[in-house]
């Protein structure tokens, strides 16, 4: 699921790498281990492609550790509908 494609490179054992395409980020705060199909994230995900579930999944077990924090998280979804995602710190209370 990552954003780099290996290739081999005109049959040679050297591998070229081939970034593929962000065709959108989306940012959401989130709160830890919480992630579901509602709104915010569902239409926001669903609007770019992206496996709901698969993402809700992952970041769930990403942020099950910070329980009762809202963590903020920066999609980044490509051409071929894959996503990574960046978890960040969470904002501090004031």
């Known amino acids: 699921m990552g954003g780099v494609t290996?290739?081999?490179?005109?049959?040679?054992?050297?591998v070229c790498l081939v970034a593929k395409k962000v065709i959108k980020v989306v940012k959401l705060q989130i709160p830890a281990g919480k992630?579901?199909?509602?709104?915010?994230?569902?239409?926001?995900l669903g609007q770019?492609?992206?496996?709901?579930?698969?993402?809700?999944?992952?970041?769930n077990a990403r942020t099950a550790d910070?329980?009762?924090?809202?963590i903020p998280v920066e999609i980044s979804?490509?051409?071929?509908?894959s996503f990574t995602f960046i978890t960040k710190t969470p904002p501090a209370a004031v």
């Open 66 to 70: 910070q329980a009762g924090l809202i």
């Open 35 to 44: 992630a579901n199909p509602a709104p915010p994230v569902g239409p926001a």
């Open 6 to 14: 290996l290739l081999p490179h005109h049959g040679l054992k050297e």
């Open 48 to 59: 770019a492609g992206v496996n709901i579930m698969g993402f809700c999944k992952e970041f």
């Open 77 to 81: 979804v490509f051409e071929d509908r």
